[in-house]
C-alpha cells in the first residue's frame, strides 16, 4: 500500500526528521494483525453538531494555530472569500475495530495534535475552514487489502460525504471551495470530486483541491484536470514524496505513472530553484530552514533532495510521506493564497 510501504523498510533517524513527523506513522513499523479487529462501526456522526467537526469557523480550534517564529509578514490574515473542508490523514494505528469510534479519546488527541494543528492551519488562509471527524479506517486497509477493508474505507467515506453534504446545504451558500487533506484525507478527497464536481455544476465552484499522500491518476477524472502552474484554478495538485533516488516497490507494478505536481514550482514536471522553497514546519509548530528543499519530480512521484541543513546527511530518507506537507507548509499556504484570489 502507498501509505505504510516505506516506512515499515527502515529505522527513524533520532535527528530533525522525529521533529517532522505530523501523522504518527510510526505505528506501521508494527502493524497489527488484522485478525484481532471486530466490525463494530460505533455510533454515527451527527453534523449538525459542533462536537462532530474538528474545525468550524466562529470557534478556536487547532486549525487556528500559528508557527512559532513564523515571520511577521506572513502572520497577516487575510479576508479571502474561500471556504477550505479538510480532511484529515490516518491516525487509527492500533486498536481492536477496524474503523476508529468518535469517542476514541487517542484517536481524538492525535487529531488535533497532529494533523489539526500542523497540516490544516497550512490551509487556513482567512476564510472559512470546515473539518468533519468521521470513522476514518485502520492504517492496515490500505495493505491488507480484503473485502472488509474496502468495506472500512466506504464507511469512512460515507461520513465524509455525509459532512460534505450537509456543509453543502447548510455552510456553504454558494462560496468557492478549497479542498486540503493528506493520506487517507486525500483518498475520500478523491471520491468527493469524483461524486459532486467532476463535470457537474459544482465544478464551477472548485477553486483547487490539494490532495498529497496518495497515488492519483488522469484516468481518475474526466473534467478536472491537474494544475499545471502556481496561478491556475478548478484543478487539482496530487503528490507523493520520496528521498532521491528512491522508488517504491508498489509504483513498479503499476501499468500508470501517478500523476505529480512540485509543491514548490507548483508544474508537473522539472525541479525548484532551492531558493524558491520557503520553509518547514515541526512538529512543536516552529518555522524552520527556508531555502533548505530542493525536489524534482521522476515517474511519477516527488524526489526530495539531501535536506541543505547542517545535518543534512543524517536526513537523506527514502520515505518522507510524513512531511508531504510540512516540508512545504508555507509554499502551500502562500499558493493557496494566490488560487483563493485569482478564483476571485
Known sequence: MRLCYGLMRQNWQPTWFLTLVV??????????????????????????????????????DASDAVPKKLPEAERTGDSLEVDVFFVHPTQLFKGD??????????VNALNTKFPMRLQAS???IGGRLYAPAYRQAHIGVFTWQDSTSWKALELAYADVRSAFEHYLNNWND????????????SWHIRWLL?????????????VVAYAPGFDFYTTDFDRIPYCTSAEETGCICTWMSY??????????????????????????????????????????MRYAYPTAIEA???????????????????????????????????????NAKIRADNYR
Open 23 to 60: 501523522v504518527g506513522l510510526l505505528s506501521c513499523s508494527g502493524l497489527q494483525d488484522p485478525v484481532g479487529l471486530t466490525w463494530d462501526p460505533g455510533a454515527e456522526p451527527d453534523y449538525t453538531q459542533g462536537s462532530s467537526w474538528l474545525s468550524l469557523p466562529g470557534r478556536e
Open 194 to 206: 469524483q461524486e459532486f464536481f467532476d463535470g457537474k455544476p459544482l465544478q464551477e465552484q472548485l
Open 174 to 185: 454558494g462560496r468557492p471551495i478549497i479542498f486540503a487533506g493528506h493520506s487517507q484525507g
Open 97 to 106: 475495530h477496524w474503523n476508529a469510534h468518535l469517542d476514541n479519546s487517542k
Open 243 to 284: 528521498g532521491e533516488g528512491y522508488f517504491p516497490g508498489w509504483l513498479q507494478s503499476k501499468n500508470q505513472i501517478p500523476v505529480c505536481t512540485h509543491p514548490i514550482a507548483w508544474t508537473l514536471d522539472g525541479t525548484n530553484a532551492i531558493e524558491d522553497h520557503q520553509g518547514v514546519v515541526l512538529s512543536q
Open 296 to 334: 524534482h519530480i521522476e515517474r511519477g512521484v516527488l524526489q526530495v533532495h539531501k535536506p541543505d541543513v547542517p545535518f543534512g546527511k543524517a536526513l537523506q530518507r527514502d520515505n518522507w510521506h510524513v512531511g508531504d506537507i510540512n516540508l512545504f507548509w508555507l509554499n502551500i499556504r502562500n
Open 122 to 124: 497550512a490551509f487556513n
